[in-house]
């Protein structure tokens, strides 16, 4: 799980966002991951 954070915060780190609506879509992608990723 912790591997799956680093990976999920380097991936927003890398994509920079720079306004907060993008930040959101951003957020609210990572919330989407890591709901598949615990349904599994």
Known sequence: ???V????LSV???NACHT???F???V???GSKME?????
């Open 28 to 30: 609210q992608k990572v």
């Open 24 to 26: 959101g879509k951003d």
């Open 36 to 40: 598949e990723a615990a349904r599994r």
């Open 20 to 22: 907060v609506e993008g």
């Open 12 to 14: 927003m780190l890398l």
């Open 1 to 3: 799980m912790k591997n």
């Open 5 to 8: 954070f680093l990976l999920i």
